[in-house]
């Protein structure tokens, strides 16, 4: 489900965005065509890959794009911005290229997740709103698909919502949660929005509101026979909880010949209680009940405590998630790589820095996957310059840019661009995927991973190439930028 009024979020942007466009519009700059590009750095948490997350929100944003007459009597009152331009942002409509990773997708450092091409005002204005719906659900469905991993099959959850930065962190969150992999959210206005299915049970208060905890158990099961998962850890987990909840499985569910249930442990050792409850489940004839817990999990938790043998089977992961409290900044960035001349031809463009790891990979470029024809696994990622094609019947030598005496040949390989259309010249494109179509691609795509890639610790490092073309260009520009400084 869509919503229905999408917020106009046009002044969403740094106020910088409105400087450099009024700048460009007095400069002659205002309609000079140029290509920016949407890309990250370095994995979150020492992974070895992200995974792409929030463009459906970045096409909303686009086709509402506009200013009203609030915004521009706002504008007005800065006493910085000149008639013409106050007109211009009038009149607004974005009329440029979007090209786009689809959503779900394993993605790489230093590699175009977007590429954006428009009239300098148009590209400049809509940079912070692209980054804030990438650099967001990236993070979280990255995070969100860490978890997922370390669980090994077992029902993941996530129960972030009352820790999260704020509303939309809340339900966008749980939406690229859901795209990372975890099977549903709590937060319901998710589910009704997005399709992200919601459940829950009870809270602490449930079993303190009634006289006994026993009491507390046996009302939920009358009220939920289907759907009676038991919070066992308000009191004693191991003397009253299970006992009392075994009690009210054998008093309320099995009567009704109901089997499934569930118990939650939230606080304590979930190793050891987890394999105490099991043993105490099954001796009471309760062998398929399962058992969940919560409180402060992650990866790293989860990975420690399945090699331990905790006997869980679902797990609900909160604020380490929704927050991605271990690393909590993507860090995508926006880098404008060419510009057109009067006559069209494309100028390639790079940022240099004296931090080697900020220095751009220039001009509008394609982004292939190579994988192999043998085994369905991802090899590696190859930029090359737009007008380059990639010949996958043939062996093709690449090389690591960041380690140029390591080279790789690559053979009996399937090439596949990645990057699709979005926005053609200003009008939509692309048939925007289901959420179940995102997560399904998520989880066939890593799949496609070795799992040296997919590593937690010192994952194996993916090769991200440059063609020659782009390499020779690149290194030409770094020559010629010291003359410009």
């Known amino acids: 489900m869509k919503v229905s009024n999408p917020r106009n979020l046009t002044m969403l942007c740094d106020f910088y965005e409105l400087t450099m466009g009024n700048g460009y519009l007095a400069s002659g700059y205002g ?33 509402n794009l506009r200013f009203s007459e609030d915004d521009i009597a706002y504008l007005r009152g800065r006493n910085l911005f000149s008639e013409g331009f106050l007109e211009y942002l009038r009149n607004f409509k974005f009329t440029g290229d979007i090209w786009a990773v689809p959503e779900g997708t ?77 099977n549903g959210t709590a937060c319901t206005i998710s589910d009704q ?52 909840a075994i009690k009210a499985f054998n008093n309320v569910l099995k009567p009704l010949g109901i089997t499934k249930c569930g118990i939650r442990l939230d606080s304590g050792d979930m190793t050891y209680l ?90 509008y470029k394609k982004l292939y996957r190579f994988f192999g024809k043998d085994t369905g696994k991802a090899i590696a990622d190859y930029l090359c310059v737009y007008d380059e094609t990639v010949d996958d019947t043939k062996d093709l030598e690449i090389f690591d840019p960041d380690a140029t005496w390591k080279t790789k040949t690559v053979y009996n390989f399937e090439a596949r661009e990645l990057l699709v259309p979005i926005f053609q010249k200003g009008e939509l494109v692309y048939e925007l995927p289901t959420l179940e179509q995102i997560r399904f691609h998520c989880a066939q795509q890593v799949d496609t991973l070795w799992d040296e890639v997919k590593r937690f610790d010192y994952p194996h490092n993916y090769y991200v190439d440059l063609s020659q073309k782009l390499w020779d260009i690149k290194y030409g520009l770094l020559k010629k930028g010291s003359r410009k400084a």
Not at 35 to 59: K, N, S
Not at 145 to 170: H, I, K, P, W
Not at 201 to 215: G, I, K, L, R
Request: aromatic share 8%; net charge neutral.
């Open 31 to 63: 309609d000079r065509i140029c290509y920016f590009d949407v890309f990250y750095r370095q994995c979150p948490d020492g992974g070895g890959f992200a995974i792409a997350a929030g463009l459906e929100q970045v096409v909303e944003y686009i086709q």
């Open 106 to 182: 394993p993605i790489f450092p230093k590699e175009p997740i977007m590429t954006i091409r428009a009239p300098s005002i148009q590209a400049q204005l809509i940079e912070t709103y692209i980054l804030l719906c990438i650099n967001h659900q990236s993070l979280i469905a990255t995070k969100a698909n860490r978890v997922v991993r370390a669980a090994q099959g077992r029902t993941v959850l996530e129960f972030g919502s009352r820790r999260a930065q704020g509303a939309d962190a809340a339900i966008l969150g749980a939406r690229a949660a859901y795209i990372g992999g975890v």
């Open 274 to 363: 987890s394999q105490k409850a099991r043993k105490m489940l099954d001796d009471a004839g309760w062998t398929e009940c399962k058992i969940s817990v919560s409180n402060s999990l992650d990866e790293h938790i989860i990975q420690d405590i399945l090699r331990q043998g905790a006997k869980i089977d679902m797990f609900g992961v909160g604020e380490r998630l929704i927050t991605a409290r271990s690393e909590p900044v993507f860090g995508g960035v926006y880098k404008l790589t060419a510009v057109e001349d009067s006559q069209g031809n494309i100028i390639p463009k790079i940022k240099i820095s004296e931090n080697v790891g900020k220095i751009t990979n220039p001009h």
């Open 193 to 244: 929005l997005f399709g992200v299915p919601a459940g829950g049970t009870m809270a602490h208060a449930w079993v303190q509101m009634f006289d006994t905890e026993y009491e507390a158990f046996e009302t939920y099961c009358k009220l939920y026979p289907n759907n009676a998962t038991l919070l066992v850890d308000t009191y004693n987990t191991l003397q009253s909880g299970i006992p009392n």
